[in-house]
Each structure stands twice: as structure tokens, then as C-alpha cells.
């Protein structure tokens, strides 16, 4: 906990310092007869990210806030591998919506989870994996008229266009 | 009796079926919501926001804030059966509501929540009714500076009020506000802040992609590694005599009702504040205040009372500035706040002018919502209690699935989602390090409105920063913030000189 407070602390501070750099990219000064430039605002909270960062360090020196203070590790091999799984399955399901769309990559995430990661029996699975993508079509793409993207599955969709858009 | 007249108008419109038929909706959604361990008012709005475009603003806002209010009412559910809060603002019900369920009275705990919410989920309402008009009659007043110096205050409730980590809330409130800057610059219209060169960031970023994030996907990825171990579900026996029996033994309890229901409505105007601590406080003054004292922690009913009012009462409050001011008053009302934006609403104190149809048949939705999640909480306790069998790994992969969905749709950009994926993943993993994420949701919700008010405000002035001093409204405004800013540092001085005079002695 100790070590993730400081490098987290360094990392965000890294991120500020970029922040600022790329505020400055625009005036960050006053402009005559326009007001302060456009990128005074973030510039300046950006430095005060970095202030709170530099203030979260020399806590750590001081041991005064409690993540300083724990000896417990950040994350145990038990948490580490359930994030691993569960994150790996939802970057999976995001990647996948660009190829095979949404209908094709949000059965296989909940198949994945429900089956595999829950352990449930395949009619609980599948009852769940199948209904979903049909709600999510009548409520998205025809009800609100935003279309879900469908990747390489796209000419499939055709005919249902053809009959509810 | 103006506002009687503007009452009775909103209720017509709360009373047109499709409201009608939003509110039970959402309070129905909401209970479950706010059941299901995990899952509060906050994350389900959230997740819903891009499902309401299906219907006019008014109503969507009808519904969103049905869910808030079914929320409330539910997180009493899950506190008093399984003895894990359902959402943190019922964390104070369990001190109680456990106790009593092991001891075999769950029907009196769960009976005890309902209508303590109820009564204070009503007399909140009616306080609002009467607060609410002339607090945005005199907002109208407000220019640039007050505004300004309102936001700053709101902001400073967090750093002084909250009792989180100071530097790391301060940091929370600067990312939120920084990344609302992404995007362009909106007096010229140049590109700004185009993080790593990415195209995506040519355009601002969503905070329902922010709220999502932190509130779907996050919040799951936490619940999932604090949730390790399984839960024994209380049983209740409920039965008519048992119910009359009940009813007596909270007619007893009104004194604390009432007096939780204002404190927790107070509590909730401030935007730090809120349901959680509101419902805290209550707890902690009907201890104090009360003859059984000892019987507190073990099964005490004026225990579930106190905190059930007052997180109504206080989610009740938080609409208050929301509405009147812009300003919210919790991290739920931040993301209605910024769904008015999305449907073309500006809000502030000009709502009770402009939208006057959306403001009364909010507030007299909420009369129904209160009436329908009574109702619903006594005769389908049997139901939610079936639901929170429903096993966590399903409820998981669902809520994910919502929230990658909900955020495509926010914004139709696949960008989005994966930055959505980005500020879950970093979120839960700052949260576990004390790093508060409420006011960074807060402040992508305010920065695109507070930016514009400082720049505007220091063109009048001429780059004086002192314009925000010199007016009357507005410098005491900033003083009050600048007060709560220096708070903890007061507190810290205090504790050394205690330490000192300790030491000395």
C-alpha cells in the first residue's frame, strides 16, 4: 500500500506536469481586451493538481495519511486475479465490438462471465446471453433510433432494418 | 398561495399517465437498485441517463428522480436482511436494522424503514415547496461573480466538510475541472488540451462517459473485490397482527422523525454533504437524545427511523440548490444536472421561469414517488427480498454490459467507451488509495458552466480578481468558501496547540 501510494502519487503528478505543458499550448496569459487566455483555466488547476500531488507525497514522508501508514499490500493475489479476469473480460467485450459489433461481442461477454466466471448452469447462461442482445436492439436501435455499432455482422442487420427502421 | 397554484399544475402533469407510469416505474427500478448491495442511487441513475431519451425531458427527469427516491427506500432492504448496506446511505440503518432482523423482527425493522422514509421523504418535499421558489427568485439577481463564488463554494464543502483526505479531494476537484476543458476552447473555438494527440479528444468530454466509468464500471470492480465472502439472508414473518403491533411502536418514534428529517433535508443542501453523513448525523443525535441510549446497536427502532428519514430527507435537500442555484447537492443530482444540459436545459435559477412545467411536475412527482415507494415497500417486500437472492455474477456481467452500452449511446463514439473503460479502471484503483471520486464527478458536471462565469467575471473586472470580494452577495459567498478551505487548517492548528498545552502539562 506504502509503494502504491507514492508511485501513484509521482504518476498523477507526471500527469499534471503534462496537463500544464499541453494547457500552455494556448495563452495561458491575460489577453488585452479579451479576458485570460484559453488556456489559463486548466493550466492553472493543473497546477494545482501538481501542488495537491507534491502535498500527497510529503504526507507519505510523514506517514500521515492512512495508505501510508498500512503494510497490507495494495492488492492481494486473490483481488489481483479477479481484476485480471473481470477487466480482461470487459477490455475483451470492448475490443470486440469492433469487429463483431455489439450483438456479437455482448453475448459472448455474458457467456464468458455468467458460464465461466460465475459458474451457473447454460440455461441460466444462455437464457440471459440471448435475451440481452435482443432487448438491446429493440430498445437502442429502434425505440431511441441510435444504432449500436455492428462490425463485420452488419449485412445481417439489413433485413431487420428493412422491417422495424 | 401562488405556489399552492403552481403545485396543483404540477400535479396535473405528474398525473398524466406516462409520468404516472415513469414514477412507479422508477421507484420500482430504484428499490432494486438501491436493494442490490453494490449498487446505490448514484449508479443507477448514471447508468440510466442515456436510456431517457425515449421521452420528453420532463419526464425523464420524473423518472430519474423516482429511482433516487426508490433507492433511498431501498437501501434499507438490503442493510436490514443481509446486514450489508445496499447503498452507503444506509449504512447507518444497519447499526439497527440488523440487529433487530437476527432477532427474528425483520418485518418491524423493514416496516420502521419504509415509513420512517416516507415521513421523511414527505416533510422534506413540502419544506422544498416552500424553500424552493423564493431561494430562485432571489438567485435570478445573480450575475457572473455569484455564480462563480457559488461553485467555489461548492467545491469548498468538499475540502472542508467531507473529512477525506485533504490534498487528495483537492486533486479529485482539479481533474474533474480540467478534464471538462477538453476539447476546444469555447470563446475561440480552437482546439485545447488534445490529450496525446488522440482525435477523440477533439471533443469534450461527456461526464456521463466520467460517470459511468467511475459509477459502472468501477464501482462493480470494487464491489467485486470487497464482496468476497457470501451473505445469510434474515427471514421475516410478517403477518397482520404483527404489522398493527409494529405501527404502535413507531407511532412513538415521531419526535425523531421529525427531527431527523430536518436535519438530514439541511445536511443534504450542502453539496459535500448528503444522504450518508445526514443519516449518520440523525443516528448519532437519536442516540444521544434518546432515554434508551444503551439500546442503540442492539435492535433499537428509533435507530432505523433516524437515518431512513433523514437519507430521504436529504436526497430531497440535495434537488433544493440544484434546482434554484445550479448547483447540485450530491453526486446524483451532479449527473440529473448534467442530463438537463444534454436535453438542451439550462439550469439555474431561471428553471422556475422558462421551465416552470418541468419544475413543479418534478416537485409534485416527488409527492407521488413518496406515496407509490410506501406502498410498494410494504406489500412487495415479499418480491425484493426474492431478488437479493439474485447471485452476484450475474448482476455483474449485466451492469457491465449497461454501462458499455449506456456509455456508446451517451455520446455514439467507441473512443468514449474505451475512455470509459480508462476512468473506471483508474477510479477504482484511486479509490482503494482514499482518493474521494465524487467531486471529480461534480466538477466535469459545474467546470463547463463555472469556466465560462470566471472569464466572463474577469472581463468586467478586467482581470481584478477582487471582483469577487467586493460584491456584496458574492464576497460573502467567497468568504464563507474561503472559510471552509482554511477549515482543516483552523482544526490542525487547534489539535497542535492542544497537543502543546498536552505536552506542557
Keep these: 500500500m506504502r509503494r502504491a501510494e507514492l508511485t501513484t502519487a509521482i504518476l498523477l503528478a507526471a500527469f499534471s506536469i503534462y496537463l500544464m505543458w499541453k494547457s500552455a499550448e494556448l495563452p495561458i496569459g491575460w489577453l488585452p481586451g479579451e479576458g485570460p487566455g484559453g488556456g489559463a483555466f486548466p493550466f492553472w488547476l493543473a497546477a494545482i493538481m501538481l501542488a495537491s500531488c507534491v502535498w500527497i507525497v510529503i504526507n507519505w514522508f510523514r506517514r500521515s495519511s492512512p495508505p501510508s501508514q498500512s503494510n497490507q499490500p495494495f492488492m492481494d493475489r486473490d483481488a489481483v486475479q479477479r481484476f485480471a479476469l473481470v477487466g480482461g473480460g470487459v477490455t475483451a467485450m470492448i475490443a470486440l465490438i469492433h469487429v463483431l459489433g455489439v450483438f456479437g461481442a455482448l453475448p459472448l461477454f455474458l457467456i464468458y462471465y455468467i458460464r465461466f466466471l460465475g459458474r451457473h448452469s447454460w440455461t441460466t447462461t444462455l437464457a440471459i446471453a440471448l435475451s440481452a442482445p435482443v432487448v438491446v436492439f429493440f430498445f437502442f436501435d429502434v425505440a431511441l433510433r441510435v444504432i449500436m455499432p455492428k462490425g463485420y455482422l452488419e449485412p445481417l442487420f439489413l433485413p431487420l432494418y428493412d422491417i422495424f427502421l | ?505
Design chain 2, 1 to 505: 398561495m401562488e405556489i399552492l397554484q403552481h403545485l396543483f399544475d404540477g400535479f396535473l402533469i405528474a398525473f398524466q399517465p406516462l409520468n404516472l407510469g415513469l414514477v412507479v416505474l422508477g421507484v420500482v427500478v430504484g428499490l432494486f437498485i438501491g436493494a442490490m448491495p453494490g449498487l446505490g442511487s448514484v449508479n443507477g441513475v448514471a447508468i440510466l441517463v442515456p436510456m431517457t431519451f425515449l421521452v420528453p425531458p420532463t419526464s425523464a427527469i420524473i423518472f430519474l428522480a423516482a429511482i433516487y427516491y426508490g433507492a433511498m427506500y431501498g437501501g434499507a432492504i438490503s442493510s436490514i436482511m443481509l446486514g450489508i448496506p445496499g447503498a452507503s446511505t444506509a449504512v447507518a440503518t444497519t447499526f439497527d436494522g440488523r440487529p433487530l432482523a437476527l432477532k427474528g423482527l425483520a418485518d418491524k425493522a423493514l416496516l420502521a424503514a419504509a415509513v420512517a422514509s416516507f415521513f421523511g421523504g414527505t416533510l422534506s418535499v413540502i419544506l422544498f415547496t416552500g424553500f424552493a421558489p423564493p431561494l430562485a427568485s432571489v438567485a435570478l439577481s445573480f450575475g457572473d461573480p455569484e455564480i462563480f463564488a457559488l461553485m467555489l463554494l461548492a467545491f469548498a464543502t468538499f475540502v472542508g466538510l467531507s473529512g477525506d483526505d485533504i490534498p487528495k479531494t483537492i486533486f479529485s476537484i482539479a481533474i474533474g475541472l480540467v478534464l471538462s476543458t477538453v476539447g476546444f476552447d469555447f470563446i475561440t473555438g480552437e482546439p485545447r488540451l488534445l490529450l496525446f494527440n488522440l482525435d477523440g479528444f477533439l471533443n469534450q468530454i461527456n461526464f456521463l462517459v466520467l460517470a459511468i466509468g467511475i459509477y459502472g464500471i468501477g464501482e462493480m470492480l470494487w464491489t467485486i473485490e470487497v464482496s468476497r465472502g457470501n451473505s445469510t439472508m434474515s427471514k421475516a414473518v410478517i403477518t397482520v397482527n404483527r404489522m398493527l403491533g409494529n405501527v404502535k411502536e413507531l407511532l412513538g418514534t415521531w419526535k425523531i422523525a421529525v427531527s431527523s428529517s430536518f436535519l438530514g433535508y439541511f445536511v443534504g443542501i450542502l453539496p459535500a454533504a448528503g444522504a450518508t453523513p445526514g443519516a449518520l448525523m440523525a443516528y448519532g443525535v437519536a442516540k444521544m437524545t434518546s432515554k434508551n441510549a444503551d439500546n442503540f446497536g442492539k435492535g433499537e427502532v428509533a435507530g432505523v427511523v433516524a437515518p431512513e428519514a433523514a437519507n430521504n430527507a436529504a436526497s430531497t435537500g440535495s434537488m433544493l440548490p440544484m434546482l434554484t442555484l445550479g448547483i447540485p447537492g450530491s453526486p446524483t443530482t451532479a449527473i440529473l444536472l448534467g442530463a438537463m444540459v444534454i436535453w438542451g436545459i439550462t439550469p439555474g435559477p431561471t428553471l422556475f421561469v422558462d421551465e416552470p412545467e418541468l419544475v413543479w411536475g418534478l416537485t409534485a412527482s416527488l409527492y407521488v414517488a413518496n406515496l407509490f415507494a410506501l406502498l410498494a415497500n410494504v406489500f412487495m417486500i415479499p418480491l425484493f427480498l426474492w431478488v437479493l437472492r439474485m447471485p452476484f455474477t450475474i448482476l455483474a456481467p449485466v451492469i457491465f454490459a449497461l454501462s458499455v452500452i449506456g456509455g456508446y449511446a451517451a455520446t455514439q463514439r467507441l473512443f468514449d467507451v474505451w475512455l470509459m473503460l480508462v476512468f473506471g479502471v483508474v477510479g477504482y484503483l484511486m479509490r482503494k488509495l482514499d482518493y474521494p471520486l465524487a467531486p471529480a464527478v461534480l466538477a466535469i458536471v459545474l467546470g463547463p458552466i463555472a469556466e465560462p462565469k470566471l472569464r466572463q467575471s474577469l472581463m468586467i473586472s478586467d482581470g481584478d480578481f477582487s471582483i469577487f470580494v467586493t460584491r456584496p452577495i458574492s464576497g460573502t459567498i467567497t468568504v464563507i468558501a474561503i472559510i471552509l478551505i482554511l477549515m482543516p487548517l483552523f482544526k490542525l492548528i487547534r489539535d497542535r496547540m492542544r497537543g502543546g498545552s498536552d505536552r506542557a502539562a
